[in-house]
Every structure is written in structure tokens, then in C-alpha cells.
């Protein structure tokens, strides 16, 4: 295990009826508010009159951002940071999932910023300074809500891009399963994909030793198994709903990835296809993450294999360990299949033409070298490609 520092500041508030808290909360860092949310959910599903009676009612001044789209643009963040210096914002709060939060996120640096916020994402620039932000979850799945990073398309560009900082975590989240009820079966399947994905990606990492680590992060993938299809029979199952949330949180708040390094080529890929074809995030993940499990596999990775096969999927440990390996790979691709998530792109709706997957390699590496699990080079990126499309 190597050394690390933990340190997640975001004051989680958790269940039902804990909306109204948001009242206690914001006063601590603002006045005046930036309300950012997507393209309506909020509204039907009534989240949004229930917070903006709250503001009202408590004489918190506030304006909006809305239309925040899923892999946010750009566009969406440079309009924010406008209506931030015209109305002397000092707080947002984001309502929604990982699109409306990220965006928030670049929104709230890009306001002390005299520059072009895609800055951040391209390496030209680094956070500084930002805005403090809190979050009303609506969608169980990237883990935004407790960390510091945030993923932004830029359609001039055909890139979408990560960045990250201490200064993006949250103050405070508000986690209340009810508001992902209305999800519907195929962002359910698609959040619980990711967060599976965030697991797997921490899960298969070089250093030895993190066997606590490692345990969370089995019995993180489990919840999912468990409470995905749950959920999509039963979209308003309190006890499903609950877990996934809380699941989303805990796979991506740094904790199961303490003392070693995430492998995260599995994203690398995954974000140049969404970028391209704007496929939903998870359902990206899904259908890559066993072809990359297929390709990396080798005799010296073997055993942490074997270990997923074992201890998430319940395989026999007396079996030889390549067998468990190439099973586990299959029982991962049958689970995502019965969330209703096809197995390659053209059944996603999502092809890319194969005289692409060479510039989409080179795209993918122009940042340097992914994965570190095992380090993946051009041609096994293509073959990647090659095998889910
Ligand atoms: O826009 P609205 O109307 O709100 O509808 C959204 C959107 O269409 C809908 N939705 C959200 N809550 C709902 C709801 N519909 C009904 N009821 C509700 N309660 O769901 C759709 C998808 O929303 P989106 O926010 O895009 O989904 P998700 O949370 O999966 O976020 C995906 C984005 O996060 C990035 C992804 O790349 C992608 O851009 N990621 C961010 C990470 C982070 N910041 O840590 C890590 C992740 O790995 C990921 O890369
Ligand atoms: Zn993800």
C-alpha cells in the first residue's frame, strides 16, 4: 500500500425530507445563489418547486442556469460564468446528476478566471480559486457529489476532458433517494454501470497489499448486482435506490482507491467515444469494460481476476484461475446485458466507422500513456474498438 491522504470535505445529508436543509447550508458560504440544472427532470418530478419555495421563503436571492445537457458543453459553462458576474453570485448549487454538477463545477473556477474555462481541461491553465458549490443529487452514478473532479465536452473540438481539484468538492450533498425515482430504466441501468466501472477501475490497480481496499470495493460492485435490477423493476424501491446512492458516492470519493494507483483506460476510451457520438457515459463503460478485461488479461494480472471471479461472482475457488478469470469476464458482460445494455456500440446506436479508430487512438494518447494496470498501447486500443463495435 502506498502513502496517501484522504481528505473528503463534503458534508453529506442523507434521506428523506432533507431538501429543506439546504436552508441551514447555503447561508454558511453565500447569498446569492446560481440554480444549475439539465433539461427538466427538476421540474417534473418537483424538485424544483419544493427548492425554489425553500429560497423564497429564506430570502436567498437567486437566478438560473438551466439546459445543462448530459456530457455538458462548454457553451453551457461560459454562459454560467456570465450570469455569475452580472448577478455577483456567491454560491451554486447544482440539481441533478453528474452533467449538471460538473458543469457547476467549471462554472464555479471559471468565475475568477480571465481566460477561457476549456483551459482547465486542455492542462493550459489550473484552478485557482472558485466559487464554493453544493449539490442536490437527482441520479445515482459518477460519484460528483463527493469529489473534486469534472468532465466537460467541447463540440469545436470533438474532446471531452477531465479536470480536477481540491477547490471542485462539494461543501455539502444532498442525498435523497426519492429524487432518483423518476430515473428511468435506461439512466438507472446506465448510472449503475458507472458506478460498477469506478470500482473496476480502482479495483485493478498494480500495487499489492490494499486488501481492505480491495474488500470495500467488491462489496461496493456487489451493492450494485444486487439493487441494479431492483431498481428497474421497481423505480420507486426506497431500499434500492438508497444503496445505489450511497454506492455512487463511496466508488468515487477517493476512498477505495487510497494506497494505489486506478488503472482508468477503461474512461480514457470511453470519453472519446461519448465525445463522438454522445452516448450515455455508463452504458459506454459497459460495453467496453469487458473488452478491456478480455484484452489486458495475462498470467501475471491473472489473480486479481480471480479474485473478482471469487468474491463478487460467487465462482467456485477450487477452478483454475484462468477459467475463473475468463468467467468472471462473461458474468460482468451477462449482467450489464440484463440491465438491458447491449454488448457494442451499433446496438447502442453509438457506431464510429473503423476508418476512425486509428485518429481516435492517437486522440486518446495525445495526453501521454493510459492505463497502469496495464499500460495500453495504440494498437491495443484498437483492437479495443474493434471488439465492441
Ligand atoms: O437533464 P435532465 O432533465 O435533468 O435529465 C437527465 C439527463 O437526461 C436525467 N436525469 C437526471 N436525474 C433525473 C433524470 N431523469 C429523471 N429523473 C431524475 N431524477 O438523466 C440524464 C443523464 O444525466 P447526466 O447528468 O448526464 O448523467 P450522469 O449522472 O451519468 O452524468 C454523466 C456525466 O458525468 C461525467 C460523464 O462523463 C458524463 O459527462 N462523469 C463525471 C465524473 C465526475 N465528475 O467525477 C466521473 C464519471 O466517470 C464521469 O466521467
Ligand atoms: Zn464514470
Known amino acids: ?40 427532470s427538476i421540474k417534473k418530478n418537483r424538485v424544483y ?11 436567498l436571492f437567486y437566478t438560473e442556469l438551466s439546459g445543462v445537457k448530459p456530457n455538458p458543453s462548454i457553451i453551457s459553462v461560459r454562459e454560467g460564468i456570465t450570469i455569475c458576474r452580472e448577478n455577483k ?20 473556477a471559471g468565475v475568477f478566471y480571465k481566460g477561457d474555462p476549456w483551459d482547465f481541461y486542455t492542462g493550459k491553465a489550473k484552478i485557482r480559486e472558485s466559487l464554493p458549490l453544493g449539490t442536490v443529487l437527482t441520479l445515482s452514478a459518477t460519484g460528483s457529489e463527493m469529489n473534486g473532479f469534472s468532465v466537460i465536452s467541447n463540440e469545436e473540438t470533438r474532446q471531452k476532458l477531465g479536470t480536477g481539484s481540491e477547490l471542485l468538492k ?9 429524487h432518483t425515482f423518476s430515473v428511468n430504466e435506461y439512466q438507472t441501468a446506465a448510472g449503475t454501470a458507472d458506478i460498477i466501472s469506478h470500482c473496476l ?16 470495493t467488491e462489496a461496493i460492485i456487489k451493492t450494485c448486482i444486487h439493487y441494479g435490477p431492483i431498481a428497474l423493476k421497481d423505480p420507486g ?36 467515444i461519448s465525445a463522438l457520438t454522445d452516448l450515455a457515459h455508463g452504458v459506454g463503460l459497459a460495453i467496453i469494460t469487458p473488452a478491456w478485461m478480455a484484452e489486458v488479461l495475462d498470467e501475471e494480472n491473472v489473480d486479481k481476476f480471480f479474485s473478482l471471479g471469487c468474491n463478487v461472482f460467487g465462482i467456485d475457488p477450487s477452478y483454475d484461475k484462468h477459467q475463473v478469470a475468463q468467467e468472471s469476464i462473461k458474468l460482468l458482460r451477462f449482467f450489464f446485458l440484463s440491465l438491458g445494455i447491449p454488448e457494442t456500440l451499433s446496438k447502442a446506436n453509438a457506431s464510429v466507422s473503423f476508418d476512425k479508430f486509428d485518429e481516435m487512438a492517437e486522440d486518446i494518447l495525445s495526453f501521454g500513456p ?3 494496470f496495464k499500460k495500453l498501447e495504440k494498437e491495443a486500443i484498437i483492437r479495443i474498438l474493434k471488439a465492441i463495435s
Open 1 to 40: 500500500m502506498k502513502n496517501f491522504k484522504y481528505n473528503t470535505p463534503t458534508k453529506i445529508i442523507f434521506g428523506r425530507d432533507t431538501l429543506s436543509e439546504i436552508v441551514n447550508e447555503i447561508p454558511k458560504y453565500g447569498q446569492r445563489v446560481l440554480l444549475v440544472y439539465g433539461g427538466g
Open 370 to 372: 493510459i492505463g497502469v
Open 170 to 178: 462539494p461543501k455539502f450533498s444532498i442525498l435523497n433517494p426519492e
Open 89 to 108: 453570485v456567491d454560491f451554486i448549487l447544482a440539481v441533478g446528476g453528474g452533467s449538471v454538477i460538473d458543469c457547476a463545477k467549471a462554472i464555479a
Open 201 to 216: 477501475e480502482q479495483y485493478f490497480s498494480p500495487q499489492p497489499g490494499t486488501y481492505l481496499q480491495d474488500r470495500i
Open 49 to 59: 418547486n419544493q427548492l425554489t419555495e425553500l429560497l423564497i421563503k429564506n430570502k
Open 237 to 272: 424501491n426506497y431500499e434500492a435506490r438508497a444503496n445505489l446512492m450511497w454506492a455512487s458516492s463511496l466508488a468515487l470519493n477517493g476512498m477505495i482507491s487510497t494506497g494505489k494507483e486506478g488503472d482508468w483506460a477503461t474512461h480514457d476510451i470511453e470519453h472519446k
